[in-house]
């Protein structure tokens, strides 16, 4: 697995909520979910990582 490095990020409260709630929905921590979303964009635009062979 690699490993994760810290990002500040902001978002307007009323999308913060949504995300919260969303991954209250689906058991999910709060960064869990913003890290699946932004997995899911870039798989669907085929940008997503590729993983290191060791």
Same mark, same amino acid.
């Given at each position: 697995?690699s490993?994760?490095?810290?990002? !500040? ?9 949504? @995300? =919260?709630k969303? !991954? ?9 979910? @913003? =890290? ?6 870039l ?12």
């Amino acid at each position: 697995m690699s490993k994760k490095k810290p990002f !500040a990020l902001r978002v307007n409260e009323d999308m913060m909520n949504a @995300i =919260e709630k969303w !991954a209250a929905d689906e058991f999910r921590s709060t960064n869990g979910q @913003i =890290e699946w979303m932004l997995m899911q964009c870039l798989k669907k635009h085929k940008r997503d990582p590729k993983e290191k062979k060791s």
